[in-house]
């Protein structure tokens, strides 16, 4: 069974800090990577895919992925109230026939 | 921005009931999944369609059936309502592009079963 792990949380920052995001998978053949945002009582919501090992930077948001240690990261720079939610990572196997979803890191931002 | 829709958004049902779950996409997207989602838990993928005609079970075993006879729609039909089918449903879908398919949500629907 190929997995997804992430840390469930809560973790908790202040407004305007660095978050930072983990995300690790068991298929070494995975190509495809992409973070989602979940509000409560809500459908997912696509942030970031990244499909080559470094950084993908876009707007206060930064993925990181490094295929050899088998972790996929995703940074969130100057952390608004408005960023508290559940993050899923989700990793597509090795053909690229699925999805598949960690249970999500609960983020949440005090002003 | 994706444009795949879902209804009804909530709906409270009684055992033994008869439901559809509808899902259209406007995008052309070939590609269509049904996911199941308790509060607070991760997401479990029940069915998927590559295509008109072609329907998959996913992972996790569901008494859900379902159908793609237009490429815009994946209706999921649940023939017997109990209330261990309460849960959110989420609507899918995705074309293949890159390395990758990229799957876009649509709200989702709420379904509680007395």
């Known amino acids: 069974q190929k997995e997804v792990e992430q840390n469930s949380g809560p973790l908790s920052v202040p407004e305007g800090a660095i978050a930072s995001l983990n995300c690790t998978y068991s298929?070494?053949?995975?190509?495809?990577f992409f973070w989602y945002r979940q509000y409560s009582g809500k459908s997912p919501e696509l942030i970031m895919s990244?499909?080559?090992?470094g950084d993908k930077e876009d707007g206060r948001f930064t993925a990181q992925l490094n295929k050899a240690s088998q972790y996929v990261s995703l940074l969130i720079r100057d952390s608004q109230p408005s960023d508290s939610a559940t993050y899923l990572c989700?990793?597509?196997?090795?053909?690229?026939?699925?999805?598949?979803f960690g249970k999500g890191t609960t983020l949440s931002v005090s002003s | 921005e994706a444009d795949i829709y879902q209804t009804p958004r909530y709906l409270v049902i009684g055992t033994g009931k008869k439901i559809t779950l509808e899902c259209s996409q406007t995008?052309?997207?070939?590609?269509m999944y049904w996911y199941q989602q308790d509060p607070g838990m991760e997401l479990h993928l029940i069915h998927y369609?590559?295509?008109?005609?072609?329907?998959e079970k996913g992972d996790l075993s569901s008494e859900s059936t379902v159908s793609r006879i237009r490429t815009e729609h994946f209706p999921l039909t649940l023939e017997s309502a109990r209330p261990s089918h309460t849960s959110q449903y989420l609507c899918?879908?995705?074309?293949?592009?890159?390395?990758?398919?990229?799957?876009?949500f649509g709200p989702g629907t709420r379904l509680t079963v007395l």
């Open positions: 899918a879908s995705s074309t293949s592009g890159g390395m990758g398919d990229t799957q876009y």
């Open positions: 298929d070494r053949g995975s190509q495809s």
């Open positions: 990244i499909y080559s090992n």
């Open positions: 989700a990793v597509h196997n090795q053909a690229g026939t699925a999805l598949i």
């Open positions: 995008m052309g997207h070939d590609k």
């Open positions: 369609s590559y295509g008109v005609n072609s329907t």
